[in-house]
């Protein structure tokens, strides 16, 4: 029997207590105003009490409660640092660690998918998980022949709590607005949804992580974990110690938040070009700051990369129209960034735009690619956001009428989600040679004739 709350209606009640509880606090706030306690130190008392009640709620549920809460954290760079502060340390929590569920239940699941024997298969079995995610925790172990390894666990019940949890959380949508004020966090979990069943898949995680691990096998920035053993509900992959990015984002040097943010954007351009793959999750909870041959040389650390569940198919790399329109917008040609957008579908047959516009609107969110090297703040970020949020803004009214053609969406999550954990570091990235080295269509010879990307799912 799961310990994961499953029954859609004890889920429903928890999740439908978060808009709740921000109503309730908000009355609570008027009356401590009313009381004589000012209004700054309410606001900054509510939003405490309201990140709390997230964490919890979100962390004890797991499944797709916790997904949106992980998502949602590294989007928390762009929001101002008086709703921000109150929220950061919440949502962080949930890219390391949640509730675990019991000892019991994870013997039973590892009893039931290896076999009655299964402490033969390893040396060392630590009890108490090491990391919690959304659809499993992860324990270290030694494995039988000596290789100290992390033992994905999904929790029983998994796939029912996440599907329930994402049909909820689409209902109520709009009434989480306030934890991204700006960001449509409907079509976020519309894609989450979408891509259920393949991240409880774990033969499909094996797949994608054994790829990448022999791909990245030598490489001296980059190291991929390979995998050991799998079966349904159980994962096995060589462990690899190093300084988790949450940490790094809190309490590194600038040195070590530069060479993170280095590494994390080759990382996002080199995966699909020598992979064909997408890696889909990047929140700060999948990656690690490794040390290199000399622990006291932060050049020569390199970046661990976990967590394949969530992986975008594409056999060519990232589309050639990415690079062609970025280089195009780069170089003020607006009628060539319209045409190209409008062939692919970013621009509606149906809609009518003024290419100047539209290249006014591209360039402050490109500008980190046109210098040589670019330091992504959450001062920059918030920017950006208020910029695109702004009701009277033409920068929001032209936004409205653009459209993400679904192929792109997986891409564009994936490439906003790292760039608010660059901003996160507060890095400074030469992200230009990142482009240069592995984007299709960003250097002139490149550019033919950009083919369309195909869905994939």
Same mark, same amino acid.
């Not at 898949?201 to 790829?211: N, P, T, V």
């Given at each position: 029997m799961s310990d994961l709350p499953r029954k859609a209606v004890t889920r429903t009640v928890k999740l439908a207590a978060l808009p709740l509880g921000f109503a309730g606090r908000a009355t609570w706030g008027l009356g401590k105003r009313i009381g004589g306690k000012s209004a700054e130190l309410v606001a900054r008392e509510l939003q405490q009490r309201t990140a709390d009640q997230l964490f919890r709620v979100l962390g004890e549920l797991k499944g797709g409660a916790m997904k949106l809460g992980q998502a949602l954290s590294v989007f928390e760079a762009a929001l101002p640092e008086e709703m921000a502060g109150p929220y950061r340390a919440a949502l962080t929590k949930l890219q390391e660690a949640?509730?675990?569920?019991?000892?019991?239940?994870?013997?039973?699941?590892?009893?039931?998918? *290896?076999?009655?024997?299964?402490?033969?298969? +390893? *040396?060392?079995?630590?009890?108490?998980?090491? $990391?919690? $995610?959304?659809?499993g925790q992860v324990h270290r172990a030694v494995w039988h022949d000596g290789r100290r390894v992390a033992v994905k666990v999904q929790y029983p019940g998994a796939g029912e709590a996440l599907l329930s949890d994402l049909t909820q959380l689409s209902r109520v949508a709009r009434m989480l607005g306030p934890l991204v004020p700006g960001m449509d966090i409907k079509p976020l979990i519309a894609e989450m949804r979408d891509r259920v069943a393949e991240e409880l898949?774990?033969?499909?995680?094996?797949?994608?992580? &054994?790829?990448h691990a022999a791909v990245f096998a030598d490489d001296p920035d980059v190291v991929v974990p390979d995998v050991v053993h799998q079966s349904d509900q159980v994962l096995v992959t060589e462990w690899i110690d190093g300084t988790p990015l949450s940490e790094v984002i809190a309490t590194g040097s600038a040195e070590e938040r530069d060479r993170a943010g280095q590494l994390l $954007? &080759? +990382? *996002? +351009?080199?995966?699909? $070009? &020598?992979?064909?793959?997408?890696?889909?999750?990047?929140?700060?909870?999948? +990656? &690690?700051?490794?040390?290199?041959?000399?622990?006291?040389?932060?050049?020569g650390r390199r970046l661990g990369v976990l967590d394949f569940g969530t992986v975008d198919r594409l056999p060519g790399g990232l589309p050639e129209t990415i690079g062609a329109s970025l280089r195009m917008a780069l170089e003020g040609d607006s009628e060539a960034v319209y045409e190209l957008l409008r062939k692919e579908g970013f621009v509606k047959e149906t809609i009518e735009l003024d290419p100047d516009a539209v290249l006014e609107y591209l360039l402050p969110i490109i500008e980190p690619a046109e210098v040589d090297e670019f330091t992504f703040s959450r001062d920059w970020i918030r920017g950006q956001a208020t910029r695109l949020a702004d009701l009277r803004s033409p920068a929001h009214q032209l936004g409205k009428q653009l459209n993400l053609p679904p192929s792109y969406l997986l891409i564009h999550r994936v490439t906003l989600s790292t760039i608010g954990v660059l901003c996160q570091l507060n890095a400074t990235v030469r992200l230009r040679d990142e482009l240069e080295s592995w984007l299709p269509g960003f250097l002139p010879e490149d550019d033919a004739d950009p083919a369309p990307v195909e869905a994939h799912v």
């Open positions: 949640a509730p675990p569920m019991p000892t019991r239940t994870v013997h039973a699941v590892l009893q039931e998918r *290896l076999g009655e024997e299964w402490r033969e298969l +390893f *040396l060392e079995f630590e009890d108490k998980p090491s $990391a919690a $995610a959304s659809i898949d774990y033969g499909l995680e094996a797949e994608a992580q &054994r790829e $954007a &080759r +990382f *996002l +351009f080199s995966g699909p $070009a &020598r992979t064909g793959l997408l890696h889909a999750d990047p929140h700060p909870g999948n +990656f &690690r700051l490794l040390p290199g041959g000399d622990e006291a040389d932060v050049a």
